[in-house]
T-cell receptor
Framework: NAGVMQNPRHLVRRRGQEARLRCSPM?????VYWYRQLPEEGLKFMVY????????ESGMPKERFSAEFPKEGPSILRIQQVVRGDSAAYFC????????????FGPGTRLLVL | GQSLEQPSEVTAVEGAIVQINCTYQ??????LSWYQQHDGGAPTFLSY????GLEETGRFSSFLSRSDSYGYLLLQELQMKDSASYFC??????????????FGTGTLLAVQP
Protein backbone atom coordinates (compact mmCIF):
# COMPACT_ATOMS: atom_id res chain seq x y z
CA ASN A 1 0.00 0.00 0.00
CA ALA A 2 1.79 3.09 -1.22
CA GLY A 3 2.10 6.01 1.15
CA VAL A 4 1.49 9.67 0.42
CA MET A 5 3.29 10.65 -2.76
CA GLN A 6 4.59 14.12 -3.50
CA ASN A 7 6.34 15.45 -6.55
CA PRO A 8 8.60 16.95 -7.37
CA ARG A 9 10.83 16.31 -4.38
CA HIS A 10 12.91 19.37 -5.20
CA LEU A 11 11.86 22.42 -7.19
CA VAL A 12 13.92 25.44 -8.12
CA ARG A 13 12.19 28.57 -9.39
CA ARG A 14 13.26 32.11 -10.12
CA ARG A 15 11.40 35.03 -8.60
CA GLY A 16 8.18 35.69 -10.45
CA GLN A 17 7.73 32.15 -11.78
CA GLU A 18 4.98 29.74 -10.82
CA ALA A 19 5.42 26.65 -8.66
CA ARG A 20 3.09 23.65 -8.80
CA LEU A 21 3.35 21.02 -6.11
CA ARG A 22 1.48 17.73 -6.40
CA CYS A 23 0.23 15.34 -3.77
CA SER A 24 -1.39 11.93 -4.13
CA PRO A 25 -2.95 10.77 -0.84
CA MET A 26 -2.81 7.26 0.48
CA UNK A 27 -5.25 4.86 -1.12
CA UNK A 28 -8.66 5.22 0.48
CA UNK A 29 -7.91 8.64 2.01
CA UNK A 30 -10.18 11.47 0.93
CA UNK A 31 -8.82 14.21 3.18
CA VAL A 32 -5.69 16.15 2.22
CA TYR A 33 -3.75 18.77 4.16
CA TRP A 34 -0.89 21.01 3.16
CA TYR A 35 1.71 22.30 5.64
CA ARG A 36 4.74 24.53 5.18
CA GLN A 37 7.98 24.21 7.13
CA LEU A 38 10.68 26.84 7.18
CA PRO A 39 14.22 25.79 8.16
CA GLU A 40 14.58 25.04 11.87
CA GLU A 41 10.87 25.64 12.46
CA GLY A 42 7.71 23.61 12.98
CA LEU A 43 5.05 22.84 10.43
CA LYS A 44 2.44 25.49 9.74
CA PHE A 45 -1.01 24.51 8.51
CA MET A 46 -2.00 25.97 5.16
CA VAL A 47 -5.13 24.30 3.80
CA TYR A 48 -7.41 21.31 4.27
CA UNK A 49 -9.30 19.83 1.33
CA UNK A 50 -11.65 17.03 0.50
CA UNK A 51 -12.42 15.94 -3.03
CA UNK A 52 -13.52 19.03 -4.97
CA UNK A 53 -13.93 21.07 -1.78
CA UNK A 54 -11.76 23.41 0.26
CA UNK A 55 -12.74 22.86 3.89
CA UNK A 56 -10.33 25.15 5.72
CA GLU A 57 -7.92 27.58 4.09
CA SER A 58 -7.26 29.68 7.17
CA GLY A 59 -3.50 29.16 6.89
CA MET A 60 -3.18 30.12 3.24
CA PRO A 61 -1.72 33.50 2.31
CA LYS A 62 -4.46 35.60 0.73
CA GLU A 63 -2.54 36.25 -2.46
CA ARG A 64 -0.57 34.10 -4.89
CA PHE A 65 -1.42 30.77 -3.18
CA SER A 66 -4.19 28.40 -4.23
CA ALA A 67 -5.00 24.74 -3.74
CA GLU A 68 -7.29 22.21 -5.31
CA PHE A 69 -8.17 18.54 -4.97
CA PRO A 70 -10.07 17.52 -8.10
CA LYS A 71 -12.36 14.55 -8.44
CA GLU A 72 -9.67 12.77 -10.42
CA GLY A 73 -5.93 13.21 -9.94
CA PRO A 74 -3.67 14.61 -7.27
CA SER A 75 -4.08 17.62 -5.05
CA ILE A 76 -2.23 20.66 -6.35
CA LEU A 77 -0.72 23.52 -4.36
CA ARG A 78 -0.02 26.41 -6.69
CA ILE A 79 2.17 29.39 -5.89
CA GLN A 80 2.13 32.20 -8.41
CA GLN A 81 4.86 34.82 -8.80
CA VAL A 82 7.11 33.18 -6.24
CA VAL A 83 9.31 35.27 -3.97
CA ARG A 84 12.38 34.25 -1.97
CA GLY A 85 10.30 34.02 1.19
CA ASP A 86 8.36 31.14 -0.35
CA SER A 87 11.45 28.95 -0.11
CA ALA A 88 10.49 26.16 2.28
CA ALA A 89 9.56 22.51 2.53
CA TYR A 90 5.92 21.87 1.66
CA PHE A 91 4.41 18.74 3.15
CA CYS A 92 1.19 17.08 2.19
CA UNK A 93 -0.67 14.75 4.54
CA UNK A 94 -3.76 12.63 4.19
CA UNK A 95 -6.21 10.94 6.51
CA UNK A 96 -9.19 8.66 6.23
CA UNK A 97 -12.49 10.40 6.97
CA UNK A 98 -12.00 13.10 9.60
CA UNK A 99 -9.54 11.46 11.93
CA UNK A 100 -7.26 14.42 12.47
CA UNK A 101 -5.05 12.77 15.04
CA UNK A 102 -3.52 10.38 12.54
CA UNK A 103 -2.34 12.21 9.49
CA UNK A 104 0.10 10.46 7.17
CA PHE A 105 2.72 12.69 5.66
CA GLY A 106 4.47 12.62 2.33
CA PRO A 107 8.22 13.19 1.84
CA GLY A 108 7.70 16.86 1.04
CA THR A 109 8.69 19.18 -1.78
CA ARG A 110 11.68 21.45 -1.16
CA LEU A 111 11.08 24.70 -2.98
CA LEU A 112 14.01 27.01 -3.55
CA VAL A 113 13.38 30.43 -5.05
CA LEU A 114 16.42 32.10 -6.54
CA GLY B 1 -3.77 32.74 19.55
CA GLN B 2 -2.96 29.08 19.41
CA SER B 3 0.57 28.07 20.31
CA LEU B 4 2.32 25.00 21.63
CA GLU B 5 5.68 25.39 23.30
CA GLN B 6 8.41 22.77 23.54
CA PRO B 7 12.04 22.83 24.68
CA SER B 8 14.23 23.47 21.67
CA GLU B 9 16.82 20.78 22.41
CA VAL B 10 17.21 17.76 24.65
CA THR B 11 20.26 15.53 25.01
CA ALA B 12 20.28 12.05 26.52
CA VAL B 13 22.41 8.91 26.46
CA GLU B 14 21.65 5.60 24.84
CA GLY B 15 19.50 3.36 27.03
CA ALA B 16 18.16 6.23 29.13
CA ILE B 17 14.65 7.66 29.45
CA VAL B 18 13.80 11.14 28.22
CA GLN B 19 10.67 13.27 28.55
CA ILE B 20 9.74 15.98 26.05
CA ASN B 21 7.20 18.47 27.34
CA CYS B 22 4.55 20.40 25.46
CA THR B 23 2.55 23.26 26.93
CA TYR B 24 -0.18 25.07 25.06
CA GLN B 25 -1.95 28.38 25.35
CA UNK B 26 -5.39 27.75 23.94
CA UNK B 27 -8.62 26.13 24.92
CA UNK B 28 -9.36 25.10 21.35
CA UNK B 29 -7.55 21.78 21.38
CA UNK B 30 -9.27 18.51 21.99
CA UNK B 31 -6.40 16.06 21.61
CA LEU B 32 -2.63 16.04 21.39
CA SER B 33 -0.58 14.10 18.85
CA TRP B 34 3.16 13.50 18.64
CA TYR B 35 5.22 13.26 15.45
CA GLN B 36 8.84 12.34 14.79
CA GLN B 37 10.85 13.92 11.99
CA HIS B 38 14.32 12.78 10.89
CA ASP B 39 16.52 15.32 9.10
CA GLY B 40 13.64 17.27 7.62
CA GLY B 41 11.97 14.17 6.19
CA ALA B 42 8.36 13.11 6.39
CA PRO B 43 6.89 13.55 9.88
CA THR B 44 5.82 10.20 11.26
CA PHE B 45 2.89 9.76 13.65
CA LEU B 46 3.91 8.38 17.05
CA SER B 47 1.06 8.74 19.51
CA TYR B 48 -2.25 10.45 20.24
CA UNK B 49 -4.05 11.40 23.43
CA UNK B 50 -7.77 11.99 23.02
CA UNK B 51 -8.34 11.61 26.74
CA UNK B 52 -6.44 12.79 29.79
CA GLY B 53 -3.91 10.29 31.03
CA LEU B 54 -1.18 8.07 29.70
CA GLU B 55 -1.08 6.22 26.38
CA GLU B 56 1.62 3.59 25.88
CA THR B 57 2.90 2.37 22.52
CA GLY B 58 5.98 0.23 22.85
CA ARG B 59 8.96 2.33 23.96
CA PHE B 60 6.94 5.53 23.54
CA SER B 61 4.33 6.84 25.94
CA SER B 62 2.40 10.08 25.83
CA PHE B 63 0.50 11.94 28.51
CA LEU B 64 -2.12 14.67 28.41
CA SER B 65 -3.67 16.89 31.08
CA ARG B 66 -6.22 19.27 29.58
CA SER B 67 -6.75 21.05 32.89
CA ASP B 68 -3.04 21.93 32.95
CA SER B 69 -2.79 22.52 29.16
CA TYR B 70 0.18 20.20 29.26
CA GLY B 71 1.39 17.00 27.70
CA TYR B 72 4.60 15.06 27.29
CA LEU B 73 6.21 12.33 25.24
CA LEU B 74 8.25 9.74 27.10
CA LEU B 75 10.87 7.74 25.25
CA GLN B 76 12.34 4.73 27.02
CA GLU B 77 15.40 2.61 26.26
CA LEU B 78 16.75 5.29 23.98
CA GLN B 79 18.48 4.20 20.81
CA MET B 80 20.75 6.18 18.50
CA LYS B 81 18.05 6.07 15.82
CA ASP B 82 15.74 8.06 18.13
CA SER B 83 17.86 11.16 17.40
CA ALA B 84 15.35 13.33 15.57
CA SER B 85 12.98 16.26 15.97
CA TYR B 86 9.78 15.67 17.90
CA PHE B 87 6.66 17.77 17.51
CA CYS B 88 3.49 17.90 19.54
CA UNK B 89 0.38 18.88 17.59
CA UNK B 90 -3.01 20.01 18.82
CA UNK B 91 -6.10 18.76 17.06
CA UNK B 92 -9.69 19.99 17.16
CA UNK B 93 -12.73 18.03 18.31
CA UNK B 94 -13.61 15.06 16.10
CA UNK B 95 -16.48 15.89 13.80
CA UNK B 96 -15.84 19.62 13.97
CA UNK B 97 -15.62 22.06 11.10
CA UNK B 98 -11.90 21.57 10.51
CA UNK B 99 -9.29 18.87 10.87
CA UNK B 100 -6.09 20.87 10.92
CA UNK B 101 -3.18 20.19 13.22
CA UNK B 102 -1.41 23.02 15.01
CA PHE B 103 2.20 22.00 15.51
CA GLY B 104 4.46 22.89 18.39
CA THR B 105 7.84 24.54 18.09
CA GLY B 106 9.64 21.18 18.01
CA THR B 107 12.33 19.55 20.14
CA LEU B 108 15.60 18.30 18.71
CA LEU B 109 16.61 15.15 20.57
CA ALA B 110 20.25 14.12 20.44
CA VAL B 111 21.03 10.62 21.70
CA GLN B 112 24.65 10.11 22.64
CA PRO B 113 26.47 6.79 23.02
Amino acid sequence: NAGVMQNPRHLVRRRGQEARLRCSPMKGHSHVYWYRQLPEEGLKFMVYLQKENIIDESGMPKERFSAEFPKEGPSILRIQQVVRGDSAAYFCASSPLMRAETQYFGPGTRLLVL
Amino acid sequence: GQSLEQPSEVTAVEGAIVQINCTYQTSGFYGLSWYQQHDGGAPTFLSYNGLDGLEETGRFSSFLSRSDSYGYLLLQELQMKDSASYFCAGSPSPGGATNKLIFGTGTLLAVQP
